[in-house]
């Protein structure tokens, strides 16, 4: 059976309602489920998913990723030969108006900082997608109103994929409950 990676976005944490739903819907289901905390640079980042998958073994895993999360789980998608990628109005290089200023910044909704390093943007350029190759393996759910990035940026993007449109969905997809099963389904498949 294949373990799923949830990949948080920034300042964001594996706790997120988000990952909680998808956490207890794994739960239920008796599918392994893993959500790294990623406080720390795109890099270091990139490493700890390279380690997770060897250890795994890349047959082995499926991903999901929010956000800034969306834009490492189209990286691990495009490196490894991973069953299946879920993207949640990914952060593909169009950055809207995420802040990545260098300096401690405070997650949401938790006591912890992380530090954003100089470095950071140039990391995030070296690991880009700029196409997903395998489109057939991912399924992007895509709010429509999302007031960080710009959908129609990523719709054209990622125009391959199988796209899940949310009429009135925001950027943290409020409103998650009704698209979890058809995660699942996905995965599954």
């Known amino acids: 059976m ?36 990623l406080y720390m640079s795109p890099k ?68 912890k900082k992380m530090y954003v390093c100089e470095s950071f943007m140039d990391e995030l350029s070296e690991m880009l997608v700029r196409e997903v190759t395998r489109p057939e393996r991912c399924l992007t759910l895509l709010s429509l109103k999302d007031e960080v990035l710009d959908p129609t940026v990523t719709a054209k993007m990622l125009a391959k994929t199988k796209i899940i449109a949310i009429a009135e969905g925001d950027h943290r997809i409020s409103d998650f409950t009704p698209y979890v099963e058809p995660i699942l389904e996905f995965l599954r498949s």
């Open 44 to 111: 270091e980042v990139a490493e700890l998913l390279t380690k997770t998958v060897c250890r795994l073994g890349a047959e082995n895993v499926n991903v999901v990723g929010s956000s800034l999360g969306g834009f490492y789980a189209a990286w691990l998608a495009e490196h490894f030969d991973i069953n299946r990628a879920v993207l949640l109005n990914p952060a593909l290089g169009n950055w809207g108006k995420v802040d990545f200023r260098p300096g401690w910044m405070q997650v949401s909704g938790i006591d």
């Open 2 to 37: 294949r373990t799923t990676l949830y990949l948080h976005g920034f300042l964001s944490h594996p706790d997120s309602n988000k990952g909680s739903l998808l956490r207890l819907a794994h739960e239920k289901a008796g599918i392994p489920f893993e959500a790294p905390e």
